[in-house]
């Protein structure tokens, strides 16, 4: 017992350590405090050696959903080639990016590094093709009901950590994250081109479950940080890709673009960061860019939206996902439609691969009540990988051997 008493004491002096320490490295006056923290959806014990912000990285590092993405698509579908990005390997490139911005300004790069890591979660495969389907999918189906509003990648992320992924243990659904992690996921919108960002105000305790569309701002300046690390990890780097994807079929970049940010991924990366940098040294209640330096940035996005993604070689590959997820989508809506709602999770003998594992996701996911099926079916999906859509496209298609 006496062994037992020392090994507490001495994991809560590493604990108070750990929290001593965070408040003198993050010395940025609107660093978010672990401490400070409104919470988790379900109270749980503090860790006796990782702050709350820690704890949600490594959750989600840890959850299937992250392992995922290595296999989903970023633009361009290509698992044959290994060093074209996928989504987990942009992920990791804002985790980085945001790490390194709040570690350089005193910020919490522990809160920033949870959000990056978390932020694409409910990205569909196949990139933002499959985005732009899922959507058409809901929104031809609203009916009123909140859950059947469209589709944005951003409020599937959060309903992956809150509600599909399961870290187990005494968690009967979802990853628990703090308000703050779970804010900065819902909040971080890359596609904004915003020069400039502040937190929203600190009073706000709306449940970010609650908010729609894209325009909401994170609550945190950490989340702030990680909306504009987006960019900054997909612009650079998109455009690599496409020098080999679209080989031969890219125009220069633009002058102002190489002028101010670079000619490759790491100059590009490297201006936009360390230009963050300086300007919040200068008005620490924001988080943007000089405008010289958005001003390439805009030209950049725009060269990469002319000539990459609304590229005529694009259309065929989207053409082609349309239809692939289209097949999915209604052979498991007319399932769900079909067959009593208690019936959703329970898979009959006989069942093809497709009914299976719809079974076996509605039996896994953390629905207290179900929803709508087309919802249902969205959510199935958008935890696909590219490569477990076409098995499970392949099983819907293609007739199985009799004998």
């Given at each position: 017992m006496d062994d037992e008493r020392q090994t507490d004491a001495g994991l809560e002096?590493?604990?108070l350590g750990r929290l001593s320490e965070e408040r003198r490295r993050l010395h940025h006056r609107a660093a978010t405090l672990s401490s400070a923290s409104r919470g988790r959806p379900v109270p749980e014990p503090d860790d006796s050696v990782r702050t709350c912000y820690e704890r949600d990285g490594h959750r989600i590092l840890h959850a299937k959903p992250f392992r995922r993405l290595r296999n989903k698509t970023q633009v361009f579908f290509?698992?044959?080639?290994?060093?074209?990005?996928?989504?987990?390997?942009?992920?990791?490139?804002?985790?980085?990016?945001?790490?390194?911005?709040?570690?350089?300004?005193?910020?919490?790069?522990?809160?920033?590094?949870?959000i990056a890591l978390g932020h694409d979660l409910g990205h569909p495969p196949?990139?933002?093709?499959?985005?732009?389907?899922?959507?058409?999918?809901?929104t031809r189906r609203?009916?009123?009901?909140?859950?059947?509003?469209?589709f944005v990648h951003e409020a599937q992320s959060l309903r992956v950590v809150d509600l599909l992924a399961s870290s187990g243990g005494a968690i009967s659904k979802g990853l628990n994250l703090t308000y703050e992690v779970r804010d900065g996921i819902r909040c971080h919108c890359g596609e904004s081109t915003d020069r400039e960002v502040r937190?929203?105000?600190?009073?706000d305790s709306r449940d970010p479950a609650t908010f729609t569309g894209r325009g909401t701002l994170p609550i945190t300046i950490e989340g702030c940080v990680v909306r504009l690390a987006d960019r900054i990890a997909y612009l650079g780097r998109d455009y690599e890709d496409a020098q080999v994807a679209l080989s031969g079929l890219l125009p220069p970049l633009p002058e102002v673009v190489t002028e101010r940010l670079g000619q490759d991924n790491r100059q590009v990366i490297n201006s936009l960061a360390v230009d963050v940098i300086?300007?919040?040294?200068?008005?620490?209640?924001?988080?943007?860019?000089?405008?010289?330096?958005?001003?390439?940035?805009?030209?950049?996005?725009?060269?990469?939206?002319?000539n990459i993604y609304e590229n005529e070689r694009m259309d065929d590959y989207r053409g082609k996902i349309e239809a692939i997820l289209k097949r999915i989508f209604e052979v498991s809506l007319d399932h769900l439609e079909r067959r009593p709602v208690?019936?959703?999770?329970?898979?009959?003998?006989?069942?093809?691969?497709?009914?299976?594992?719809?079974?076996?996701?509605?039996?896994?996911?953390?629905?207290?009540?179900?929803?709508?099926?087309?919802?249902?079916?969205?959510?199935?999906?958008?935890?696909?990988?590219?490569?477990?859509?076409?098995?499970?496209?392949?099983?819907i298609s293609i007739p199985q051997a009799i004998v």
């Open positions: 002096t590493i604990a290509s698992p044959e080639n290994d060093h074209i990005a996928t989504r987990m390997d942009h992920s990791l490139y804002v985790a980085t990016i945001s790490r390194t911005i709040c570690r350089a300004l005193g910020l919490n790069d522990d809160l920033a590094f949870a196949f990139g933002h093709s499959g985005e732009r389907v899922l959507d058409q999918f809901l609203t009916s009123g009901e909140a859950d059947l509003r469209g937190p929203r105000d600190r009073l300086r300007m919040n040294q200068r008005r620490p209640e924001v988080i943007g860019f000089s405008p010289a330096i958005h001003e390439a940035m805009i030209a950049l996005r725009s060269f990469n939206y002319s208690d019936r959703w999770g329970v898979s009959e003998p006989g069942f093809p691969l497709h009914l299976g594992a719809l079974a076996r996701f509605v039996a896994g996911a953390g629905y207290d009540t179900p929803p709508p099926p087309a919802r249902v079916v969205v959510d199935f999906i958008s935890l696909m990988t590219d490569g477990y859509a076409f098995k499970i496209f392949e099983s």
